[in-house]
């Protein structure tokens, strides 16, 4: 039996294949280069917030009055908490205001010579359509 870490590896590997694949043969390097930066960015942030958290709970284990001075350990879960759900609602809605072609290549002038001219300046910006795009 494969076990579920087996499943998941294999499948982000999958992913990253077919993602490099899609990439080299359409030549959108581009999307490549948002892509890292989007996880860079992603990690640091990730990071941050980690250290920042990890030296407040520090800060808060070498002085016990400090916490009770917030109103005790039940208010300061309380307002993490409340972050983290808030934040939880900010990145579950974040998606829906976005259309589906915000990172295409084309919206970036460095891509205008990337493709050829066939049309008017309006057909050009229009996204690729494709089977999964939903109108």
């Given at each position: 039996?494969?076990?579920?870490?087996?499943?998941?590896r294999?499948?982000?590997?999958?992913r990253?294949?077919?993602?490099?694949?899609?990439?080299?043969?359409?030549r959108?390097?581009?999307?490549?280069?948002?892509?890292?930066?989007?996880?860079l960015?992603?990690?640091?942030v990730?990071?941050?917030?980690a250290?920042?958290?990890?030296?407040?709970?520090?800060?808060?284990?070498?002085?016990?009055?400090?916490?009770?001075a917030?109103g005790?350990?039940?208010?300061i879960?309380a307002?993490?908490?409340?972050?983290?759900?808030?934040?939880?609602?900010?990145?579950?809605?974040?998606?829906r205001?976005?259309?589906?072609?915000?990172?295409d290549?084309?919206?970036?002038?460095?891509?205008?010579?990337?493709?050829?001219?066939t049309g008017?300046?309006l057909?050009?910006?229009?996204?690729?359509?494709?089977?999964?795009?939903?109108?």
């Amino acid at each position: 039996m494969i076990s579920i870490a087996d499943q998941t590896r294999a499948l982000i590997w999958l992913r990253v294949t077919l993602s490099l694949r899609r990439i080299a043969r359409r030549r959108e390097w581009g999307r490549l280069v948002l892509s890292v930066l989007s996880l860079l960015l992603g990690l640091a942030v990730s990071c941050g917030v980690a250290a920042a958290v990890w030296m407040k709970a520090t800060e808060l284990g070498r002085a016990p009055g400090r916490v009770e001075a917030r109103g005790g350990a039940v208010a300061i879960f309380a307002t993490w908490l409340a972050g983290v759900l808030l934040a939880r609602i900010w990145f579950a809605l974040l998606p829906r205001g976005q259309s589906g072609a915000l990172f295409d290549p084309r919206r970036f002038l460095a891509f205008a010579f990337a493709y050829p001219y066939t049309g008017t300046a309006l057909e050009c910006q229009k996204p690729p359509y494709s089977a999964n795009t939903l109108y």
